[in-house]
């Protein structure tokens, strides 16, 4: 993928496509090969994976007869972490403004509290500067206030009303598993003039904002 060849280029390799076999398996081994293998853990043995000659290997007793079957599996675990570091990746490159006069999109990542509910996880270090405190955002048209704290966009309220409305509105769009662990849904945070006229709507698996 070229978005991939784009990411990993630097000024010691200006052109991954033309680098040297060895050049990558120098920048394999320094990350993510160290990472997997548990060398920047406190303790390796807790590791999934080791190195052996310089071999990654994972730390799985896998009969032969489901060995093919395991491969395919982490083929596609593989793809899949891909596509959603590239969706990271396109978050980053189009997360831009924040200042007055300019647009604002972010993407915000729904996941479940300790009590089962699902919120908005803010994900600053990836976003452009989102607010603080109660902030009037359109869902669908309409009004509401979203209550903005440190990590988590946690409660969402109708006008005229203190109940929160976030686990109903998440779930209407994404389902009663809505931020469950395995899933992979995101909400795209807008804002079309600097810090106001913010708006929320559902995106989709592969990064693009649904019709309102």
Not at 181 to 194: N, P, Y
């Amino acid at each position: 993928d070229p978005r991939l060849l784009r990411d990993v280029a630097d000024a010691t390799s200006p052109d991954p496509a033309d680098a040297a076999a060895e050049v990558w398996r120098a920048y394999m081994r320094k990350n993510p090969m160290a990472a997997w293998a548990g060398e920047m853990r406190a303790d390796p043995r807790s590791a999934p994976f080791v190195l052996v000659d310089e071999m990654l290997m994972a730390k799985l007793d896998v009969a032969p007869e489901l060995r093919p079957a395991v491969e395919e599996l982490v083929a596609e675990i593989v793809d899949w972490r891909l596509v959603r570091y590239l969706d990271d990746l396109q978050t980053r490159q189009r997360g831009v403004g924040g200042g007055r006069g300019g647009p604002v999109v972010a993407q915000l990542k729904v996941a479940q509290n300790a009590s089962g509910l699902p919120i908005l996880f803010l994900r600053r270090e990836h976003n452009p500067p989102l607010p603080h405190g109660e902030v009037e955002v359109l869902i669908d048209g309409q009004p509401h206030t979203a209550r903005f704290v440190k990590v988590a966009c946690n409660v969402l309220t109708r006008p005229g009303s203190d109940t929160n409305v976030l686990p109903e509105v998440l779930r209407g769009w994404f389902g009663e598993d809505a931020g469950a662990t395995g899933t992979h849904h995101t909400v795209e945070l807008t804002a079309a003039d600097g810090d106001r006229g913010w708006q929320l709507r559902p995106v989709d698996r592969v990064g693009q904002a649904e019709d309102a």
